[in-house]
């Protein structure tokens, strides 16, 4: 089983909030991945919001046992079903960078992540999930 973070939880891991201990531990199982699209997100969120340099956060970023998964075109076709059927502003917000984080996942994986629109929708999609603290 393998543990798909989505940017969330790699933010909260670099910026040591609530969920970054629970994020440490999924990391240490060894078995964590994200898709590039997700560590795009997270990228773009700490090089606005911290004073991170885009070398630094990189260096950072590669010395972790995170895999990285490339979106693929199935993917992508994919990530906007998912998305035109479970999207909806108000009761379910999930972003198309989650939409594809779940595009990926497979039975034996599991989503961890804060974000309630994520976990709805991944439960939905009977992909397991990981329910990481909210900061």
């Given at each position: 089983m393998g543990t798909l973070l989505d940017a969330y939880a790699l933010i909260a891991f670099l910026d040591?909030?609530?969920?970054?201990?629970?994020v440490e531990g999924l990391l240490a199982r060894g078995d964590a991945s994200m898709t590039t699209v997700n560590l795009a997100e997270a990228a773009d969120k700490q090089l606005r919001l911290s004073s991170?340099?885009?070398?630094?956060?990189h260096e950072v970023v590669?010395?972790?046992?995170?895999a990285m998964i490339p979106?693929?075109?199935?993917?992508?076709?994919?990530a906007a079903e998912l998305r035109a059927r479970h999207y909806?502003?108000?009761a379910s917000p999930v972003s198309l960078a989650d939409c594809c984080?779940?595009?990926?996942?497979?039975?034996?994986?599991?989503?961890?992540?804060a974000d309630r629109a994520l976990l709805a929708l991944a439960r939905a999609e009977g992909v397991a999930t990981v329910e990481l603290p909210r900061p």
């Open positions: 040591d909030e609530p969920a970054a201990a629970d991170v340099s885009l070398p630094e956060l590669g010395s972790l046992p995170v979106l693929t075109e199935a993917h992508a076709w994919r909806d502003r108000r984080l779940v595009a990926v996942a497979t039975a034996a994986d599991r989503v961890a992540t």
